[in-house]
């Protein structure tokens, strides 16, 4: 967990640690429900986890963008990038479905 010390050093105050911190929070738990909607919604054709697969896609595209030119980061990114490519692949190919 961070210390007063921590958030000191980093250069950002307290309180938008704490903002930083639960919109991480608040992303990490749109991403588990919107995988739950898609699971659930895996055998119907859905518009619903097609705009899901769009909202988790777009934000890691910009982040991977946006990534310098620091090989480990861009790694890491394409890696990221996958599994959001893959959700929103798998939605648009089911919701096209006959």
């Not at 608040?26 to 119907?44: C, P, R, V, W």
């Not at 097609?50 to 394409?78: M, Y």
């Amino acid at each position: 967990m961070l210390d007063k010390g921590d958030v000191l050093a980093s250069g950002i105050s307290g309180e938008q640690a704490f903002k930083e911190l639960m919109l991480t929070y608040g992303a990490s738990a749109f991403q588990i429900i919107a995988g739950l909607f898609g699971l659930i919604l895996a055998k119907k054709k859905s518009l619903f986890t097609v705009i899901l697969g769009l909202l988790l896609f777009i934000p890691q595209l910009i982040q991977f963008i946006h990534t310098d030119d620091n090989i480990p980061f861009i790694i890491v990114n394409i890696v990221f990038l996958i599994f959001p490519y893959y959700y929103l692949h798998s939605a648009y190919k089911n919701f096209k479905k006959d």
